[in-house]
């Protein structure tokens, strides 16, 4: 009965770090997904900004 218990007891905490490398690894590509997100964000933000720089132009002459 104890040996039961015990192969019990590590099933259970088994599955626990199981979900919690999964719930670990769920967060890791999330936030990889926001970075790169932000990352094209930023990109465009520049491209756009050069572009109305090339279009207006400098005031100096």
């Known amino acids: 009965m104890r040996s039961f218990l015990g192969a019990a007891l590590a099933a259970m905490l088994c599955s626990g ?3 919690v490398a999964v719930a670990d690894a769920a967060v890791t590509v999330v936030a990889t997904t926001v970075k790169v ?3 094209v964000v930023g990109t465009t933000v520049d491209v756009g900004a050069a572009g109305v720089r090339a279009v207006v132009g400098s005031g100096s002459d």
Request: proline share 0%; glycine share 16%.
């Open 17 to 19: 770090c199981a979900v």
């Open 37 to 39: 997100g932000a990352a």
